[in-house]
C-alpha cells in the first residue's frame, strides 16, 4: 500500500487520518522541494512511531524508491500542501496505479483552496502557471491571456524561495501588458504570519519571508472587491 499523505502548508496541518496511516506504514519518505518544510519531522516521528527518511528532488523524480518500497510494505510519502497538487505527486500516484500498487490519498490544506483568503472566489480561477526563479516559459503569457479573456483570476505559484516583488518584475519583463495590473500577493498562507496585499505589477512592493503567490485579479464583483479593499498589506 502506498499512502500519500497531504501535510498541509503549515505545522498541524497533518489530519487524524494523516496520522494514522502513518503510524500504520513501516516506512515513510517525505520531500520538501516543491514546499517548504512547516513540520518537524522528528516530532511526527516520536507521535507515530514511524522513521520518515527525507528525499531529495533527484531521488522522487529519477528513481522509483518510494515505488519499490510500496511494492514491498506498506509505505507513506509525505508531501506539503495537499498530495495530489504537485504535478511530482499526481504523476507518482498515476505510476502506482499502473504498477497495480494499492494507492491511498490522505487530502490536506492546500495552497490551491488557500488562495480564498484574497477575497478572489475560487471558482472564479482559471488555468493556474508557475513561474520559475531561472527561467521564463512562454506559455504564461499565453494561459494568463486566455484566463483574461473570459474575465478569471490567475494564481501564479513561485520556486519556493522565490521573492514575490522579484517574480512580479519578471511577470512584467515577460509580458509588458500586465504593467499596472492588480494582483494579490499571497505570502505564507495558513500560517499565523500570513499577509495578503494588493499591488500592481511592476510597482516596487515590500515582502516578507517565503513562500510566495501571486493572484492576477481578473473580473470581480462587488464582494470581491469589497474583500480586495479589507487587505491592508
Ligand atoms: C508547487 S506548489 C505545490 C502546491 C502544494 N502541493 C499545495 O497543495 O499547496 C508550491 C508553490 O505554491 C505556493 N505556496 C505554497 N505554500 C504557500 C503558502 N503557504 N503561501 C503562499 N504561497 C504558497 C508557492 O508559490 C510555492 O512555491
Excluded at 1 to 29: P, R, S
Excluded at 60 to 81: C, N, P, Y
Excluded at 156 to 161: M, R
Amino acid at each position: 500500500m502506498l499512502y500519500l499523505v497531504g501535510l498541509g502548508l503549515d505545522d498541524g496541518e497533518i489530519t487524524q487520518k494523516g496520522l494514522k496511516a502513518l503510524e500504520n506504514a513501516e516506512k515513510a519518505y517525505a520531500e520538501f522541494y516543491t514546499n517548504t518544510e512547516t513540520v518537524s519531522v522528528e516530532e511526527l516521528e516520536e507521535k507515530t512511531g514511524t522513521e520518515i527518511e527525507k528525499l531529495s528532488r533527484e531521488k522522487v523524480e529519477q528513481e522509483d524508491i518510494i515505488l519499490e518500497s510500496a511494492e514491498e510494505k506498506d509505505t507513506a510519502f509525505l508531501v506539503s500542501g495537499d498530495p495530489l497538487t504537485a504535478t511530482t505527486h499526481y504523476e507518482i500516484k498515476h505510476r502506482a496505479v499502473q504498477r497495480g500498487i494499492e494507492t491511498t490519498v490522505v487530502h490536506a490544506p492546500s495552497i490551491f483552496t488557500s488562495i480564498a483568503e484574497t477575497g478572489l472566489n475560487v471558482y472564479k480561477f482559471g488555468r493556474t502557471v508557475t513561474l520559475p526563479e531561472d527561467f521564463a516559459p512562454e506559455s504564461i503569457t499565453e494561459h494568463i491571456e486566455k484566463n483574461d479573456s473570459i474575465g478569471l483570476h490567475t494564481l501564479v505559484l513561485l520556486d519556493i524561495n522565490y521573492d514575490g516583488s522579484k517574480a512580479a518584475d519578471k511577470l512584467v519583463k515577460i509580458d509588458e501588458s500586465l504593467e499596472g495590473r492588480r494582483a494579490v500577493l499571497v505570502e505564507r498562507a495558513n500560517a499565523d504570519s500570513m499577509n495578503a496585499k494588493v499591488i500592481e505589477l511592476g510597482e516596487e512592493f515590500e515582502t516578507g519571508e517565503t513562500p510566495h503567490c501571486l493572484a492576477i485579479v481578473g473580473k470581480t464583483d462587488h464582494m470581491e472587491e469589497e474583500f480586495l479593499e479589507s487587505h491592508d498589506g
